[in-house]
C-alpha cells in the first residue's frame, strides 16, 4: 500500500516562503517519478511541478523561477521549495507518485498567501 503524507503548509504574506515535504511510503521510491499539484477553491487540480526518476525536473510556467521540486531517495521523499510566494499560489497541494501506470495521491497540504 502506498502513502504519501505531505508537510509544511502555512500561512505566509506575500513575497514569503514555505518548502513543503513528502514522505512516500510502500514503494521503491527511486523508481517512481514524483510531482506536486494543487487545487484552488472552483478550480481544477494543476501541475504545478514533476520530478523524474533521474532528477530532471518539469514546471509550470505559473511558477517558474519561484519554485523548485527536488528530492531524496535515501529519504523517499520530495520537497516543492516555494519562494516569491503570490496570493494566486494559495491551494491546496497534493503529493503525486506515479508507480508504473497508477497515481498514487497524498491527503494535501493547505497553502494561504495573504497579500
Known amino acids: 500500500q502506498v502513502q504519501l503524507v505531505e508537510s509544511g503548509g502555512g500561512l505566509v504574506q506575500a513575497g514569503g516562503s514555505l518548502r513543503l515535504s513528502c514522505v512516500a511510503s510502500?514503494?521503491?521510491?527511486?523508481?517512481?517519478?514524483a510531482g506536486w499539484y494543487r487545487q484552488a477553491p472552483g478550480k481544477q487540480r494543476e501541475m504545478v511541478a514533476r520530478?523524474?526518476?533521474?532528477?530532471?525536473?518539469t514546471y509550470a510556467d505559473s511558477v517558474k523561477g519561484r519554485f523548485t521540486i527536488s528530492r531524496d531517495n535515501a529519504k523517499n521523499t520530495v520537497y516543492l521549495q516555494m519562494n516569491s510566494l503570490k496570493p494566486e499560489d494559495t491551494a491546496a497541494y497534493y503529493c503525486?507518485?506515479?508507480?508504473?501506470?497508477?497515481?498514487?495521491w497524498g491527503q494535501g497540504t493547505q497553502v494561504t498567501v495573504s497579500s
Open positions: 510502500g514503494t521503491i521510491f527511486s523508481l517512481n517519478s
Open positions: 503525486n507518485v506515479l508507480r508504473v501506470v497508477t497515481n498514487y
Open positions: 520530478i523524474t526518476t533521474g532528477g530532471s525536473p
